[in-house]
């Protein structure tokens, strides 16, 4: 328990009495894996405070309040270990305080071999959508979302769904990709509230995200 504590979620089923132990053994169900910004949030929380980033956490506020009446775009640039993840942390932690959703994706070394992953992370946290949720779940706020008046603009709504791992019988991506990304680059900054889309070692993203 100790080893995997925080890295993923479990049910306790208590104590059972287990072949080849002369006393009870407490076991867990494993249920997910905890969300790797998760992870790094309890790490942050028990380590010491920010220091010497008032400056640059200031001009993120500052941004923060500028993209209230507009997008602003703000890249944050560094050596390995100068603090970036933990100030995106800090930041993160006055967005929530702010009532402002911050949806976050990371790239990953392995990125060629997962295309677009920061994209469908991005778009699951946009949706609403939890490790755990379901494909009918998927489709069914893959729908609500992206569905239109426009019929031309409603044959990407399958794919979509399938791009979420949820794919719909008789359809595939195929030639809709294009309009597919399309719609969802186009879906992700947009609402009637402020938001921030956070993208953690971007240098890491495949060339199509």
Same mark, same amino acid.
């Given at each position: 328990?100790?080893?995997?504590?925080?890295?993923?979620?479990?049910?306790?089923?208590?104590?059972?009495?287990?072949?080849?132990?002369?006393?009870?053994?407490?076991?867990?169900?494993?249920?997910?894996? $905890? &969300?790797?910004?998760?992870?790094? +949030?309890?790490?942050?929380?028990?380590?010491? @405070? %920010?220091?010497?980033?008032? =400056?640059? *956490?200031?001009?993120?506020?500052?941004?923060?309040?500028?993209?209230?009446?507009?997008?602003?775009?703000?890249?944050?640039?560094?050596?390995?270990?100068?603090?970036?993840?933990?100030?995106?942390?800090?930041?993160?932690?006055?967005?929530?305080?702010?009532? $402002? &959703?911050?949806?976050?994706?990371? +790239?990953?070394?392995?990125?060629?071999?997962? @295309? %677009?992953?920061?994209?469908? =992370?991005? *778009?699951?946290?946009?949706?609403?959508?939890?490790?755990?949720?379901?494909?009918?779940?998927?489709?069914?706020?893959?729908?609500?979302?992206?569905?239109?008046?426009?019929?031309?603009?409603?044959?990407?709504?399958?794919?979509?769904?399938?791009?979420?791992?949820?794919?719909?019988?008789?359809?595939?991506?195929?030639?809709?990709?294009?309009?597919?990304?399309?719609?969802?680059?186009?879906?992700?900054?947009?609402?009637?509230?402020?938001?921030?889309?956070?993208?953690?070692?971007?240098?890491?993203?495949?060339?199509?995200?």
């Amino acid at each position: 328990m100790v080893l995997v504590d925080g890295d993923f979620e479990l049910r306790d089923h208590g104590e059972r009495n287990v072949q080849g132990s002369s006393h009870p053994i407490r076991v867990y169900e494993l249920l997910a894996e $905890v &969300p790797a910004q998760a992870r790094q +949030g309890r790490q942050f929380a028990r380590g010491q @405070p %920010l220091r010497g980033r008032d =400056a640059e *956490l200031e001009s993120l506020r500052r941004a923060l309040e500028e993209a209230r009446t507009g997008g602003r775009i703000v890249a944050l640039s560094g050596e390995a270990g100068s603090g970036k993840s933990r100030l995106c942390h800090e930041f993160s932690l006055h967005c929530w305080q702010q009532q $402002v &959703p911050v949806h976050r994706a990371s +790239g990953v070394a392995y990125s060629a071999a997962a @295309p %677009l992953l920061p994209l469908r =992370a991005l *778009l699951r946290s946009r949706l609403g959508l939890g490790p755990q949720a379901d494909a009918q779940e998927i489709r069914q706020k893959v729908a609500a979302a992206f569905t239109s008046r426009n019929r031309t603009k409603n044959l990407v709504v399958p794919a979509i769904a399938e791009f979420l791992g949820a794919a719909v019988q008789g359809h595939t991506v195929g030639t809709l990709r294009s309009l597919m990304l399309e719609r969802v680059a186009r879906y992700l900054p947009r609402g009637e509230e402020p938001q921030v889309l956070l993208i953690e070692d971007l240098h890491y993203a495949d060339p199509a995200t």
